[in-house]
């Protein structure tokens, strides 16, 4: 069995589904699992009903009406008046508003969790419906039977021991020679009360990658919007190469610097069963795309990562003694008290240099904290720019023309900080 995943710009609109189906019907002898997000910015829109619900904005509603449009509108050129999938669809939405209609009670995060994880249901229900009807035979499964979590909403916990078990007991009987295909939802997962969680914004991947692990796939499969993992975000970097094999702990790295192409979570649990991941691009179904697996190339180019709107904080001891364990330890507190991580710490007798990303919610309060106990020079709009394996031409091609705040060199990985 293989286990794929198509996100959301693979799912925005009629074209893109069809283009799907098209993908699938290629692999209509194997046994699928297949991981859907929402559609388009579904998630983004489904964020902004929780929050004007809280706010009490009265703009909830017309929100809410209009992802259901745009739903109804891709179903009216998919299906007939008649399909059943409406009457599923619309009782998806009616979940919504039932929500809606009463004064929230519960906290925030619980709430958007139950709110939020629509959009995949909502796909999920879309795309199954759609691909029995052009004839791949295909079974819908809610997520939430198989997938367990603990109580973080917004950022839940895996149960693996239960979800191994719900991958043996509920998922493998649904493979038969009529459906060969199961779709299923990312992003979400239940609590053992049966609550809907989360596992946090992009946390489709991640899904398909438990799944993997679980049902012990023999490869994963995630279709983008790029031919593969390439040596930089595009949209970012210029002339940019695609990988054709990187390993494991590459990729860890990668995700790690800030290359998006991939959820942080997804590579270890693949790693730990030796499954390789494809990343594919859904643009051009038969190109080889990138494989991430335990063979590492012969040798990789610069690659390169980048972590935009960053702070640079250069910290000082008021009376500028020097900065030593105790103050290290206070400084650290702080920064773990609003649960902000740094990117990049360098530090010199008396200073120490810090790369953060601005975070809306915390930063007053944060700054607030630090100058009670130091003194602070802050540069805003920053980027933090990476390269793993890098040469001395990547490195001047990144400073060209910018104030290089501080830069640090470890093996394989140089990072310079710029404004
Ligand atoms: P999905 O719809 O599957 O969630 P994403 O939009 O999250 O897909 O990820 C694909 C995007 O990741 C690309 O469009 C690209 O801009 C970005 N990206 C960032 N770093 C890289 C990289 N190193 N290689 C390829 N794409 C990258
Ligand atoms: N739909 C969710 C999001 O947009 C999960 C995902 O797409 O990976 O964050
Ligand atoms: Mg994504």
Redesign the pocket.
Known sequence: MKVF??????LRDVENIKNVAAILKKFSSDNLFIVV?AMGKTTNALELIVSSYFERDGKAQGVLNDIRQKHEAIMADLFDPSDDVYAQVNDTFVEIEWILEDEPHDTYDYVYDQIVSVGELLSSKIVAAYLNKVGLGTTWLDARDVLKTDETWREAVVNWDATKENAQTVVKPLFTEAAKFVVTQGFIGSTKDNNTTTLGR?G??YSASIFSHCLDAEGMY?????P?????????FKD?VKLDKIRYDEAVE?TYYG?????PRTIQPLMAKNIPLN?RSFLDHDAAGTVISSEAPPQYPP???AERNQIFLKISNKDFTFLVEPHIRDLFEIFTSYHIFINLLQNSGAYFFISMTHVPDRQKELMRDLREKFDIEEHLNCDLFTIRHPTPEAQALLKEGKRVFFEKMIPDTYQVLVG
């Open positions: 995943k198509f996100g959301g710009a693979s997000s992009e489709s991947d995630i279709w983008k919007d790029v593969g993992v390439l040596s930089g975000d595009p949209r970012v940019v990668m290359a998006t192409v991939v959820h990343v690659i390169f990562m």
